[in-house]
């Protein structure tokens, strides 16, 4: 077995200090690596509060240390609803990320980029919200950006919620695609190095339509003002699959 490259995640910035170091610094000091990837939230351009990613503040040490964001979308009370919710929440999605990085630095960077919605499990995952929310990413963040940049739809929901993915996998008979898995199974709680990567402790029940690209093995990290630890899937290529399609941040210190 493999461990792979180590990520994280975060609901503050990682601009935060803990015992006077930054998470950034604290996430590599665990890691022995910098983090290839760092998840954040996007919800719409008018959302305040640090839970979202707050680019003039975050974009320059993520940009010194090389590590790429990694794009939640969160509307957790939303995900069981109607395909019509579904549709409304993805353009502000798609609309948030693009005005946070700019439509041309994206399309420098390579045009596709992966979103991962939020499910926690309260509520699961409706096929319905999934089918709306999936397609209209992809479409509407194609339409505004007059085909420059494609939002990718991806989803993010811990291995035991067997009704979230089995959406997902009933979307994709109905040729509703999904770009990625980010599954949640913590082996830990706490700041703890990566596990070996297995797949039968991974892999939902439910035979999904996509690759798992990221493993969550651990919550809370320095408790709630931290991070979640996570590594990517070391059985493929992870740089195409995962790392060319989330954003190194342009250099705004200056």
Not at 2 to 13: E, F, H, K
Not at 91 to 101: G, K, P, Q, R
């Amino acid at each position: 077995m493999a461990t792979g490259g180590p990520g994280a995640d975060s609901s503050v910035l990682v601009t935060n200090q803990i015992q006077g170091k930054a998470l950034v610094q604290l996430a590599t000091e665990l890691f022995g690596q910098t983090p290839g990837f760092w998840g954040r939230y996007f919800t719409s351009v008018s959302t305040s509060g640090n839970v979202e990613y707050r680019h003039l503040k975050e974009n320059p040490i993520l940009r010194q240390n090389r590590i790429r964001v990694l794009p939640i979308a969160r509307q957790t009370r939303n995900v069981n609803g109607t395909q019509a919710q579904g549709s409304t929440d993805a353009e502000v999605n798609s609309e948030d990320l693009i005005a946070t990085f700019g439509q041309e630095y994206l399309a420098s960077q390579g045009s596709q980029f992966l979103m991962f919605l939020d499910v926690e499990g309260s509520p699961s995952l409706s096929s319905a919200y999934f089918s709306g929310w999936a397609d209209t990413l992809t479409a509407h963040s194609t339409d505004v950006t007059d085909g420059n940049v494609k939002i990718l739809p991806c989803v993010y929901a811990t291995r035991s919620d067997t009704t979230t993915w089995q959406a997902i996998a009933d979307c994709a008979d109905q040729g509703i695609v999904c770009c990625g898995a980010w599954v949640a199974r913590w082996l830990h709680h706490g700041c703890a190095a990566p596990d070996d990567w297995d797949d039968a402790k991974i892999q939902p029940t439910v035979q999904l339509p996509c690759d798992v690209l990221v493993w969550q093995y651990s919550d809370d990290c320095w408790g709630g003002g931290g991070f979640d630890c996570d590594q990517a899937n070391p059985n493929i290529d992870i740089d195409q699959a995962l790392l060319s399609k989330l954003v190194l941040p342009p250099d705004t210190s200056t």
